[in-house]
């Protein structure tokens, strides 16, 4: 992430000589292309040798692999950007909701009492609510497919328009005490009402994010075993803010002390 921020914003040096964000970007691009290949290999092997078991074992895998339109090299790109996209957020994410789990002690304490369930949807809500205040993406992006009114501009066909989610979603316009932790505000029974595209995390759309619903399962299982056998404690008073990265990464290190509770 460092890498690629370093080398695309900002004049582009890296053009003519190496910079040492590019330097960066080219080293952890081939280790993850290194170990991409290698997976790939598997992968090819597994489709050759017995289809039925990468159907089972892998369908996305299967589907990229049997998709006749694509050559070998998308077929290595898409799965790059599935690997890619589906790490700093999902790690962002889970950090930051542990963090704040961590400050707010009577939350933990509900979410551990979560854990015991099955659909685990105050867990789910502590996700939500994380991605509200702190979402890894600042804005969703799109080129508009044809002319468009919006209140008393007309904007052309083809303008890049970006909507920051990441503002609306902390404005109290749309959300009751906006700054607080407070995922009971997802829970069904509490009847909050908000604009549907005001906490936008994952997008939307035929572009939004495909990992989403794998990412909230992920998630949400991780803090349920984590939530089963520790209790969460802040290092120090932490006040975590959000850097842009080309996604938001948290602007500095998330010490969290975990004690066993099974003692
Ligand atoms: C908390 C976790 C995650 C967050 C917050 C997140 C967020 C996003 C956002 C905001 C977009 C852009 C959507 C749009 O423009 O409407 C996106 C796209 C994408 N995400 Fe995720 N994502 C997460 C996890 C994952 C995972 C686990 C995967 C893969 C397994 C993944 C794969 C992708 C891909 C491939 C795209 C590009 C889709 C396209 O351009 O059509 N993401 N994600």
């Given at each position: 992430m460092e890498g690629m921020y370093e080398t695309f914003i900002g004049p582009p040096f890296w053009k003519i000589f190496k910079t040492a964000g590019y330097k960066k970007l080219e080293s952890s691009h081939q280790i993850i292309y290194r170990i991409m290949e290698k997976h790939l290999k598997n992968v090819t092997r597994m489709h050759c040798q017995s289809p039925e078991k990468l159907i089972a074992r892998q369908p996305?895998?299967?589907?990229?692999?049997?998709?006749?339109?694509?050559t070998d090299d998308d077929k290595v790109m898409l799965s790059m950007e599935i690997f890619l996209g589906g790490i700093d957020t999902t790690a962002t994410t889970t950090a930051l909701t542990l963090c704040y789990l961590a400050q707010n002690e009577l939350v933990q304490?509900?979410?551990?009492?979560?854990?015991?369930?099955?659909?685990?949807?105050y867990i789910r809500a502590c996700v939500k609510e994380t991605l509200r205040l702190s979402p890894t993406a600042g804005a969703n992006s799109r080129f508009l497919a044809r002319d468009t009114k919006f209140d008393d501009y007309l904007i052309p066909k083809g303008t890049l328009l970006l909507a920051f989610s990441s503002?609306?979603?902390?404005?109290k316009k749309y959300f009751k005490n906006a700054q607080s932790y407070y995922p009971d505000r997802w829970l069904r029974a509490n009847n909050e009402e908000f604009h549907k595209f005001a906490s936008l995390p994952f997008g939307y759309g035929p572009r939004m994010c495909p990992g989403k619903r794998l990412a909230e399962n992920e998630i949400a299982i991780l803090?349920?075993?984590?939530?089963?056998?520790?209790?969460?404690?802040?290092?120090?008073?932490?006040?975590?803010?959000?850097?842009?990265?080309?996604?938001?990464?948290?602007?500095?290190?998330?010490n969290i002390k975990f004690i066993n509770t099974n003692y």
């Open positions: 996305f895998m299967y589907t990229l692999f049997t998709n006749e339109q694509l304490e509900k979410a551990r009492k979560d854990a015991t369930t099955k659909d685990m949807s503002v609306t979603s902390c404005d803090l349920k075993k984590i939530l089963q056998s520790y209790k969460l404690e802040l290092e120090a008073d932490l006040n975590v803010g959000m850097v842009y990265r080309m996604n938001r990464i948290p602007d500095r290190p998330i």
